[in-house]
């Protein structure tokens, strides 16, 4: 779907994108970095709109260098920041944006109403867009990106703004576009852990460079803490210290030293989930040695942390201690 070689745009002051070479396929693929990391660079550069420095980029088997108008007809884009117009509705907007991409009037009219109630807008879709919540001009901004019936789509922070339902909700649409329509997606943001849930792939950049390119499997395998909290028993009154124990002897990755949960309550255990099967051995082990299961969880892990490994395991040895 999307190929870069060696890939770089420096401005005079900042090189915004440093010699990136991606190969991205079909689904679902997050683009993860912090603000100013280069991803609006990168989805501009895609889009044929503005010129790479140096390297190469293909979408869809298209140079952008040269093929940049071929590119925008059959790729979708959705850009970060507000771009409506308040005074139109959202049938009457995406109408527009349809025809813009040379549908028929017609055609226009029925991929609109399709589109629209995909992304969930019924009888607003008739208001005009000024009125609108910030979750639903982000939907309008979903369906002009789909409306044409692209074959990839670009979504710059599609969730910016909006509260965790709305995230949420967005995130949905953003699978379903994928797995009921087949359109493969390219979606950017600054937080790992929302991109975890909807991609298939993940690519980290900071400062322009690759950091990491893998699947979402891979990358929660790796990135995956669990906390466990458990009560004392009359037999084990350190029921942390002897969970610890018995998880060790099991061959569980466990961090050195524990976390102090809330005032009042107990010691919370952190070790490295391999997947499924911990979550299991953890559960067995906490009743075999008859101790209370207070919580179980999997820690997100901050997008800093995944951009600086080294910082991540310095802040895991100052908790541990
Ligand atoms: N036209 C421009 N002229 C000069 N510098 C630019 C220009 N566009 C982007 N930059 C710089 O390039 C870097 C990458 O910007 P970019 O907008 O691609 O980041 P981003 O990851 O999309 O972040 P954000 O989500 O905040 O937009 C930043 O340091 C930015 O200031």
């Not at 910016?160 to 359109?183: A, C, H, K, Q, S």
Request: with cysteine; aromatic share 4%; net charge negative.
């Amino acid at each position: 779907m999307i190929a870069t070689e060696s890939l770089s745009k420096r401005f005079p002051r900042v090189t915004a994108l440093d010699r990136l070479s991606l190969d991205i396929g079909p689904g679902v693929t997050g683009l993860v970095g912090a603000n100013g990391a280069g991803k609006s660079t990168m989805i501009k550069i895609l889009l044929g709109l503005s010129p790479a420095t140096e390297g190469r980029a293909e979408v869809l088997g298209l140079d952008v260098s040269t093929h940049g108008p071929e590119i925008r007809e059959r790729v979708g884009y959705m850009p970060e920041h507000d771009c409506l117009p308040p005074d139109v509705s959202a049938t009457e907007f995406v109408v527009h944006m349809a025809r813009m991409s040379g549908l028929p009037a017609t055609a226009a009219r029925e991929r609109t109403a399709d589109t629209l109630r995909h992304v969930g807008l019924y009888e607003e879709r008739y208001r005009p867009i000024g009125g609108y919540s910030t979750g639903m001009k982000q939907r309008v901004k979903l369906a002009q990106a789909l409306v044409h019936d692209p074959k990839l789509v670009l979504l710059d922070e599609p969730t910016n703004g909006l509260d965790p339902v709305g995230r949420d909700e967005m995130l949905g649409l953003i699978r379903r576009v994928w797995t009921d329509f087949g359109i493969s997606v390219l979606v950017t943001s600054h937080l790992l852990g929302e991109l975890e849930r909807t991609c298939d792939h993940v690519v980290v950049i900071d400062g322009g460079k690759l950091l990491r390119s893998s699947s979402t499997s891979d990358f929660t395998r790796t990135t995956t803490t669990l906390a466990v909290e458990v009560t004392d028993s009359d037999a084990h009154p350190d029921g942390t210290g002897a969970l610890r124990a018995a998880l060790a002897e099991a061959g569980v990755t466990l961090h050195e030293g524990v976390e102090e949960g809330l005032p009042g309550a107990g010691h919370i255990l952190l070790l490295e989930a391999a997947g499924e099967e911990t979550y299991d051995l953890v559960r067995d082990t906490v009743a075999g040695l008859g101790l209370g299961l207070v919580r179980m969880e999997q820690r997100r892990h901050h997008i800093a942390e995944v951009f600086r490994p080294e910082a991540a395991a310095q802040h895991e040895e100052v908790k541990a201690r």
